[in-house]
């Protein structure tokens, strides 16, 4: 039989109130941040099929020792040397012929550095480079490609940018070749399960790592996903995934969770996991979100892939409202503005 678990999602997001006076409810103070204040949250219990939902104040929960909330509340540590005490950008950098689609291998790479640069130049926080496309439908491509495309790109770009670099990958031989050729994370969209090797070879790179929650392969995610709760689900499958790295000795504090907007789920899946995403901050890591440009925003809006960037933005200050730590993002200088508003807005 299923065992009972017990979820905290914060909701009532308050501005900060310096100076408070005494005896001004207790609030909670999400991911150790002085900016991420929610005055209630909604407690959820499942128990198998039934699950049980209510909300309470913040005051209530201090009072309750509840056990998630010591992870939902204890300060992150940075990751690759970036603070989470503000929403992160990253830069998507992908080098697959059919996102510069000039055919030469060569200007493949030459493309996507100068991509990089630009991004780079633009503000982003973190450059995610990636060599194989995980849209959905996608082929896979074999490690041999992906070294070809990708190593390159990595060698050019770290002696130049001032943001991290990510590598994009499933595979355990490319997070190797790539942290010795400078990148600083790794985001594994299959969250270290795709390669039987991955687990070991990120844990041997002592590099952060992203684990996003994916239902399927590229190929056949998007065949009639289905859930009970898709929230909870997600959560569920992210917290094994933490216990399995952990056994792997990757610690807690050098793993980023993600819901995997867009992998395995149908539109309403995504929407209910855009508006709770804040439920995840419960598995005690910091949170990233890929929003960007995805078909979700098509669905709702009848926009073309390249016409997504007010959705788009909607999504990521969704996200930084709820304490998002990393968006990940195709157009950085239009999340940068969006978010230098609503950050300035915060402290006035
Ligand atoms: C590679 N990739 C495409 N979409 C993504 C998302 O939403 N999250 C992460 N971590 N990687 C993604």
């Given at each position: 039989m299923a065992a009972k678990t017990l979820y905290i999602r914060p909701i009532a997001r308050m501005a900060p109130?310096?100076?408070?006076?005494?005896g001004t409810p207790r609030a909670l103070r999400v991911a150790g941040r002085s900016d991420l204040l929610f005055a209630a949250a909604e407690l959820i219990e499942r128990d198998g099929a039934e699950v049980r939902r209510r909300i309470v104040l913040a005051e209530e929960l201090h009072a309750s020792q509840h056990p998630t909330l010591e992870p939902l509340l204890r300060r992150r540590v940075p990751i690759a040397g970036l603070a989470l005490d503000r929403p992160l950008v990253m830069g998507v950098v992908n080098v697959t012929p059919d996102s510069f689609s000039d055919g030469g291998r060569h200007l493949d790479?030459?493309?996507a550095v100068a991509h990089a640069l630009r991004l780079d130049a633009e503000g982003a926080d973190?450059?995610?480079?990636?060599?194989?496309?995980?849209r959905p439908g996608a082929e896979p491509v074999d490690l041999a490609e992906e070294l070809r495309r990708v190593v390159p790109v990595i060698e050019a770009l770290a002696p130049r940018v001032r943001a991290r670099l990510a590598i994009d990958t499933r595979k355990a031989e490319v997070m190797r070749r790539a942290a010795r050729a400078g990148v600083a994370l790794i985001n594994d969209v299959s969250a270290l399960m795709h390669d039987p090797e991955a687990l070991r070879a990120a844990a041997e790179t002592g590099l952060p790592v992203v684990l996003m929650h994916a239902q399927g392969d590229p190929r056949t995610m998007q065949d009639d996903p289905r859930y009970g709760d898709v929230?909870?689900?997600?959560?569920?499958?992210?917290?094994?995934?933490?216990?399995?790295?952990?056994?792997?000795?990757?610690?807690?504090?050098?793993?980023?969770?993600?819901?995997?907007?867009?992998f395995g789920k149908t539109l309403?899946?995504?929407?209910?996991?855009?508006?709770?995403?804040?439920?995840?901050h419960g598995l005690g890591c910091a949170?990233?979100?890929?929003?960007s440009r995805k078909s979700f925003i098509g669905r709702l809006t009848g926009a073309e892939v390249d016409d997504r960037l007010p959705g788009s933005l909607a999504a990521a200050l969704l996200g930084a409202a709820q304490g998002v730590q990393i968006l990940?993002?195709?157009?950085?200088?239009?999340?940068?503005?969006?978010?230098?508003?609503?950050?300035?807005?915060?402290g006035a």
């Open positions: 109130t310096p100076g408070a006076p005494a790479a030459d493309a973190i450059l995610d480079i990636g060599p194989e496309s995980t929230v909870l689900d997600v959560y569920d499958w992210l917290a094994a995934r933490i216990e399995a790295c952990a056994q792997a000795g990757i610690p807690r504090s050098r793993l980023i969770v993600d819901p995997g907007i867009g309403a899946h995504n929407l209910a996991l855009l508006g709770s995403v804040s439920i995840l949170v990233l979100l890929g929003a990940r993002v195709h157009d950085v200088a239009a999340t940068r503005q969006a978010l230098a508003v609503w950050e300035g807005a915060q």
